[in-house]
């Protein structure tokens, strides 16, 4: 009943009957009102049995509570009567109908402050202090919905918060314009411990948060325009405890094997992926593996896992740039001088971590790095161009540098519950069933955006890897020199039974578990020159 009125415009809402019995809990639930959005067109009737206790509050209702006590619906016209009255009055109500002390949902609360908006001139530092509870429930939550990241938007006077789960983007609140911007001022002047001002264009920074005693990596960005007055803030969480076993991630039997085959080799395992691709996450699972009595070193501009069998050292990011380019240099020779067996970095981002990099590899070290790029392609691309990393192409492709290239996107795994077996759209679903062939045609399922209740109504119900992993030895490593034509490394690999991405992804998509258009999207399309035989369109 209720979730129905809420999609109506100007919807009218009964009250539960609660009034009768003092001890009675109300009949009926809404859906919790977290979207600032929804408050202003919902308008509320009375039900008799609360008459009463209306005619107590001179006739105004601003919203009521149901059988969790949380608040919900607002009625805009009393809320300008009341304005900062109406929430006491509310909470008085439940105490004389219900006998007991309601709990205000810190979201909710934020919207109802939000909604009334009551023009009151408060210090940046006084509203900084209200919004810490509201940050603390917004990173709860998020953990709480395997979010990965969370976006916070404010443009056109309105604030809307937005979760990563699984990969995709889902609407998690949102409020005025001042409530956004009490939000952004509290991740930075309390959790950050940077000092914040409305007029800052840019800032980075890093925090961590205890959720259920779990420490959490949050990294935070932030931009303003001035000419659009928009901001944008994202917040990537990350379990500093979390450490998977590599054969979770969901790599083909055959590549788990090249993986473990070239975990011996001297040289550096490089991992190449877009943002969300899962790097991170692969290489803490395979630096887990490392053998705990070999010195096993970390040097990153982020810790963002604890490893027991690491020594893990954080590049600094403190004093001017001078200092910090000074004491980079200086981690860099103390590497080389521990007797390293294993050496980890992050990511290789800039000439600074290219070089160290390339050093330490030089020196007959094993290692482990990744860089963002969508192929094996940008990365060399990356690594030898003179306006980017800079690497010296005989050093790239010198025995001792590169052993094992791994290529990988994060994609969703379709819901058992509720995953399709036509697409919505005729065309898709002849073209997929024609380009895998009949037999394979019959086993494909598609995504159902509208999902179902067992996975959150998103179709999807975790993330698994569609990956690449290419052995770097004396008969392919003359091709990574030619980036012009990556066919010629796809058939070294096809010939040599070493599954490209698009074949490790067709074989998920035949299984029922992928998407084949959302997989597309990640990894670009499929043909006769990724799929060979398998594909067979003309």
Request: hydrophobic share 35%.
């Amino acid at each position: 009943m209720f979730k129905n009125s809420l999609k109506k415009q100007k919807a009218r809402l009964t009250l539960p009957e609660f009034g009768q019995n003092p001890s009675a809990k109300p009949a009926g639930a809404a859906p919790l009102i977290t979207n600032y959005d929804e408050l202003v067109d919902v308008q509320i009737t009375t039900d008799p049995t609360v008459l009463t206790e209306i005619q107590k509050m001179n006739g105004a209702c601003p919203g009521f509570i149901s059988e969790d006590r949380e608040l919900y619906c607002i009625d805009r016209n009393d809320l300008d009567k009341q304005e900062a009255l109406a929430l006491n009055q509310l909470v008085n109500l439940v105490r004389e109908t219900q006998r007991e002390e309601p709990v205000i949902n810190q979201t909710t609360r934020s919207v109802f402050e939000s909604f009334i908006n009551k023009n009151q001139e408060i210090s940046l530092q006084q509203q900084t202090r209200e919004s810490s509870n509201q940050v603390n429930e917004l990173l709860s939550q998020a953990i709480r919905n395997h979010a990965t990241d969370i976006h916070l938007e404010i443009r056109s006077n309105k604030t809307t918060i937005y979760q990563r789960i699984y990969g995709r983007l889902s609407v998690s609140q949102s409020f005025d314009k001042s409530q956004g911007i009490k939000i952004v001022a509290a991740i930075w002047n309390i959790y950050v411990n940077q000092p914040f001002s409305s007029g800052d264009v840019a800032k980075d920074g890093r925090f961590h948060f205890d959720y259920k005693n779990q420490k959490w990596l949050c990294r935070v960005s932030y931009g303003y325009s001035k000419v659009t007055d928009e901001r944008s803030m994202a917040i990537r969480l990350r379990d500093m405890k979390h450490i998977p076993d590599v054969t979770t991630l969901g790599y083909h039997e055959t590549q788990l094997k090249t993986l473990k085959q070239t975990s011996v080799n001297k040289g550096i395992t490089l991992i190449v992926g877009a943002v969300n691709s899962g790097k991170s996450t692969t290489q803490t699972a395979i630096m887990q593996s490392r053998p705990p009595l070999e010195k096993n070193l970390e040097i990153s501009d982020q810790i963002e896992v604890e490893l027991d069998n690491f020594v893990q050292l954080q590049l600094p990011i403190e004093g001017t740039e001078d200092i910090i380019r000074e004491n980079k240099e200086k981690l860099r020779r103390i590497s080389t001088r521990h007797d390293v067996d294993f050496i980890a970095i992050n990511e290789i981002r800039d000439r600074e971590t290219a070089a160290m990099a390339s050093s330490m590899m030089l020196q007959g070290t094993t290692g482990i790095a990744s860089i963002h790029g969508s192929s094996w392609v940008d990365a060399i691309n990356r690594l030898v161009s003179q306006t980017d990393l800079g690497i010296s192409p005989d050093i790239l492709f010198s025995e001792s540098f590169l052993s094992l290239v791994i290529v990988q996107s994060l994609v969703g795994v379709l819901c058992e519950q509720c995953k399709l077996r036509n697409h919505t759209d005729p065309f898709w679903q002849r073209y997929y069933q024609t380009g895998f062939g009949e037999d394979a045609g019959r086993k494909i399922r598609f995504h159902n955006l509208e999902g179902c209740p067992a996975c959150r109504h998103s179709g999807i119900r975790t993330l698994t890897l569609v990956a690449e992993t290419i052995p770097i030895v004396e008969a392919n490593r003359y091709l990574l020199m030619n980036t012009t034509n990556p066919q010629a490394m796809r058939d070294w690999m096809n010939e040599n039974d070493v599954l490209n991405i698009h074949q490790h992804a067709w074989t998920k998509i035949v299984a029922g578990d992928l998407d084949p258009l959302m997989t597309q999207r990640k990894i670009g399309n499929f043909n006769k020159e990724n799929l060979y035989h398998a594909w067979h369109h003309q």
